[in-house]
């Protein structure tokens, strides 16, 4: 099967600094990225959309200018969690999307302290 | 109410049994899936299904389009089966974009 990986697997950081997750579709391209977060024994929400070169499209009440996405190629989208806080401290996943199959990464857990 | 909906919420089995979770979903789809997370978090696509019933190993997946509704069944469970089971649809007019219920927690005990 299609191979997703998300680097780092787990960080954590102070308050106010900025984190970079990224995701990689090795061994398809993904026409469209989603960035989905999930909280403990919740489920999966999602964050924004991206197409392979446009700008994201964000959920309401996600901040796109904290939770900077780019996905400038076929095959690596990155999620910035700019200035973190600890509210930011969660589990995030990437989802990469080719012709009728989703697929996902094996998520960044990200503590803030 | 959610537009997607799964039973129950916790499951407790013991290992050998026949194991039955359920989807209702009240938006059009153009398709559905059933996803794995294990506890380090990690997400895997079991099924994607638009109509019938699809089958993988012990794991089989079937769909009711007419009644929005979809089961995943494990035959023989195990204790490696022990995760959380989701269920997400395509909207018909979102694309791929993908709603998700709320996760059944299964634990088989050996």
């Known amino acids: 099967g299609a191979v997703v990986s998300q680097h780092p697997s787990r960080v954590i950081c102070k308050s106010g600094t900025s984190v970079k997750i990224e995701c990689r579709s090795l061994d398809f391209q993904a026409t469209t990225m989603f960035w989905y977060r999930q909280f403990p024994k919740k489920s999966l929400m999602l964050m924004a959309t991206?197409?392979?070169?446009?700008?994201?499209?964000?959920e309401q009440g996600v901040e796109k200018d904290k939770f900077l996405i780019n996905h400038a190629s076929l095959t690596l989208s990155t999620l910035t969690v700019t200035s973190a806080h600890p509210e930011d401290s969660s589990f995030y996943i990437c989802s990469p999307h080719r012709t009728y199959t989703q697929y996902f990464g094996p998520g960044t857990r990200l503590l803030v302290l | 109410k959610n537009e997607v909906e799964q039973s129950p919420q916790n499951l407790t089995a013991q290992e050998g049994e026949f194991i039955t979770i359920n989807c209702s979903y009240s938006v059009g789809i153009s398709a559905l899936h059933w996803l794995q997370q294990h506890p380090g978090g990690g997400i895997v696509s079991l099924f994607m299904?638009?109509?019938g019933k699809k089958k993988h190993g012990r794991l089989i997946a079937t769909i009711n389009i007419q009644e929005k509704h979809s089961s995943l069944h494990i035959t023989a469970s195990h204790p490696r089966d022990s995760a959380v089971y989701i269920c997400?649809?395509?909207?018909?007019?979102?694309?791929?974009?993908?709603?998700f219920g709320e996760g059944t927690q299964l634990t088989v005990n050996p």
């Open positions: 997400a649809v395509g909207e018909e007019t979102s694309g791929s974009r993908l709603t």
């Open positions: 991206s197409n392979e070169g446009s700008k994201a499209t964000y």
């Open positions: 299904l638009s109509s």
